[in-house]
Nanobody, 119 residues
């Protein structure tokens, strides 16, 4: 059973940067596709970025491409989300998830970390 734990959220001002971390355990991290998502109050969960284990490719949502960067350190079983030029509309709870090799779905989720961007 894969477990993921996010950290690094906080309160920042518009234009600031923040780096989120997600530590995974219980699986072979180097073979896990990892993703970042967020959910703001009253809104649906939104995909942000993914890191594909098999080819090291990364993909981003249009809303964050160019501002957010996903990266991974397989030796530390950790995936990161570097967020630059933060805006108030980036305020949300940010979640890390791992994709199951069996189902192909993001089946393993953390509790999330809150990011609040003040104007």
């Amino acid at each position: 059973q894969v477990q993921v734990v996010e950290s690094g959220g906080g309160l920042v001002q518009s234009g600031d940067s923040l780096r989120l971390s997600c530590a995974a355990s219980g699986g072979t991290f180097s073979t896990l596709t990892m993703g970042w998502f967020r959910q703001a109050p009253g809104k649906e969960r939104e995909f942000l970025a993914t890191s594909i284990w098999s080819n090291n490719n990364t993909y981003y949502a249009d809303s964050v491409r160019g501002r957010f960067t996903i990266s991974r350190n397989n030796a530390k079983n950790t995936v990161y989300l570097q967020m630059n030029s933060l805006k108030p509309e980036d305020t949300a709870r940010y979640y890390c998830a791992a994709k199951s090799l069996v189902t192909g779905n993001y089946d393993y989720w953390g509790q999330g970390t809150q990011v609040t961007v003040s104007s």
